[in-house]
Structures are given as C-alpha cells and as structure tokens.
C-alpha cells in the first residue's frame, strides 16, 4: 500500500536520461574532469551502498547506529515538541534504509508524540523496501516517502505548514563541496521557524587511516561503487567505458578533511557516446573526481551552522568521538 503512495520526482520530464547526459557533458568537458556523487544511486547503487553499509571498514554508519542507541531518549525529546499533543513532521532527506531512524522512531511511538515520517530519497527501490519493512515493524507509523532529490525536498518542506523536524544523518553533508554546503544550509535553515529542530550527521576527524580505510574496503565493494556509475553510463547513454582500463582511487587530506574518491584511466583512450559526434578523450592517469566525503572537526562545525543562521543546541556523539549527531535550531 505505501509503495503506491511514493510521489514522482516533482519535475516530469520527456527523457529521463537528459538531466544524466547535460551532467556528463558538462562535468567530463571540464580541465579537471568532475561527476557528481547523486549519480551514484541508482538501484544498484543503492544496493551497493547497502553492502558498504555492512563492511567492517566503514564506521560511519555502525557508529551513528550506537550513537543513536545511545541517545535516543536525549534525541527524540530534543526533536519533538514541548507539548507533547503537538503534531509534527518527521522529514528525513536521503533516508535510505532507514536503520537508524527505527530506533528514533520506535522512541517517539513509545512516547506517544503525534508525527507524520516523511523520508525522502533518490532512490525509489531503497523507499519502497524502507516503507515496506516499516509497516511489518512499527504498523502504527504514519509514513509519507517522497522519491526526490535535495533540490526537490528543500520546496517540498518549504510549502509543507506546521512544525518540523528535519533529519539528515549518515554524514550525507559530507558529500558537498564547501560552497554548496553552504547554500544547501541556508536554503534548508530559510523556512524552518525557531520552533522547528534539524538533525545532521557529521563524521568527524580521526586516525586518517581509519578514514582511508573506510573509502578503500579490501573487499572492493567501495570500488565496484565507483564504477557502477560508469556502468550506469554505459547502460544509459549508451557509453563504451572499458571498465579493464579504470580504477578506484581514493584519498584523505587530513589538512582539509576532504576524502575525495576518483575513477582513474590507467591508460590514454577515448570513450565514445551513443549520440553521434560525442566522445571523451582521456590521458594515461586522468582522474574523473566522483565523490567528496568530507570529515569535520567541532569547531568547524560551530562556524557552518553560524554561516548559515543556525545555533548548535546539542552535540549528541559516540563513545570513541568518531561521529557526530548535531542539533541546530534558528
Ligand atoms: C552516503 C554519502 C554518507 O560519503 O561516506 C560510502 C557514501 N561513498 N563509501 C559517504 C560512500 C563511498 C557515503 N554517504
């Protein structure tokens, strides 16, 4: 029944690869050729996230898992409303699978709060399995999914009244460059009122082999990740990457924070594209940059919230300080 109620994207268009083609175009005519992360989540993306999800060298999501075990009365009270008769929105943006926002869930049920769940995500298959496994587990839920990007979900929250409270977690901020960070924030921040919360998933600074590790899986899943957008471009613009000719490469600036994840060409070659007269010539080492995953540290943490009109309310971390779960508020 939820799954008919997942909402197309808001915008409709005739080919539903021109948004994945003008970004190729764009992104692989550049000096330093560039391909965004969105593009990574397609259902198999997805489900390949699930699997990295899983690794025993990817923390980020274990830890938030614990931290959130861990603080789960102290997060739900923080994010409902005093008067606990209150209805409000639970919208979480990029929601996922949703594990670890079970766990919050399930406190608010039990507290009795009056709230809608709205999860809000790229990947329709990913939606449709968390709205699945909601209703065998919390059948009481009220849950609205809503398949859309980031761009979609910020007017989707701005024309949605009454009080909110906006999750986004699993350090999915970390996949912004510094500058649309920034606007993101203050697009999100605009329309909430000083009664609204919003949650964030920071993954903090660390050991930086720890962090390399994370990005760099001996199992290779990160790496089949990276080029499932390759395959992905092959599939839908009829693309010819040669995926014997790629690799994964990935690095951590312990200076900047910025994990950034490439897709390497091992040799000098040209990858040709459905649409006649296209193709991409690439140099022996040329990196295509796929993903940032930035790390924080508190104090930069303060400033981004100040830069974008927010106040840092709470700091909600684990035990080894590896992650953070961060309450602003106007
Ligand atoms: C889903 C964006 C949080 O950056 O850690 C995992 C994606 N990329 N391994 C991250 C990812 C490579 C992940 N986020």
Redesign the pocket.
């Known amino acids: 029944v939820l799954a008919t109620e997942v909402a197309p994207s808001s915008i409709t268009i005739a080919d539903p690869n021109l948004l994945l083609r003008e970004h190729v175009r764009e992104g692989l005519s550049r000096p330093f050729k560039a391909l965004s992360?969105m593009y990574?989540y397609d259902d198999e993306g997805s489900r390949l996230?699930q699997q990295?999800m899983a690794l025993p060298e990817?923390y980020?999501t274990r830890t938030e898992f614990a931290l959130f075990s861990r603080h789960r009365a102290a997060i739900a009270r923080a994010l409902r409303p005093q008067n606990p008769a209150e209805p409000f929105f639970l919208l979480e943006l990029?929601a996922?699978d949703g594990l670890k926002t079970k766990i919050l869930l399930r406190e608010l049920l039990e507290a009795g709060a009056d709230f809608t769940y709205v999860p809000v995500d790229i990947s329709a298959a990913a939606l449709d399995g968390l709205a699945r496994s909601l209703q065998a587990e919390l059948p009481a839920l009220r849950v609205e999914p809503v398949v859309a990007d980031y761009a979609d979900a910020l007017g989707l929250m701005a024309a949605r009244p009454g009080r909110k409270a906006v999750l986004f977690l699993?350090?999915?901020i970390?996949?912004f460059s510094p500058e649309d960070r920034q606007q993101f924030l203050q697009r999100l921040a605009g329309p909430l009122t000083p009664d609204d919360r919003l949650l964030i998933g920071f993954?903090l600074q660390k050991d930086p082999r720890v962090i390399r590790a994370?990005?760099d899986d001996s199992q290779g899943v990160?790496a089949a990740?990276?080029y499932n957008l390759l395959h992905r471009i092959n599939r839908e613009l009829g693309a010819d990457f040669d995926l014997a000719h790629w690799q994964h490469y990935t690095d951590y600036n312990p200076l900047t924070g910025a994990?950034r994840?490439f897709l390497a060409s091992t040799r000098a070659q040209t990858v040709h594209f459905a649409e006649p007269g296209w193709s991409v010539d690439f140099r022996a080492w040329e990196m295509i940059h796929t993903?940032n995953?930035f790390k924080f540290t508190r104090p930069a943490i303060e400033g981004i919230a100040q830069e974008a009109g927010l106040q840092v309310a709470e700091f909600f971390t684990d035990e080894q300080d590896y992650f953070a779960d961060v309450l602003l508020r106007k």
Request: net charge negative; glycine share 18%.
């Open positions: 992360s990574f996230f990295i990817y980020p990029g996922g699993g350090s999915n970390g996949n993954d994370a990005y990160t990740f990276n994990v994840s993903e995953s």
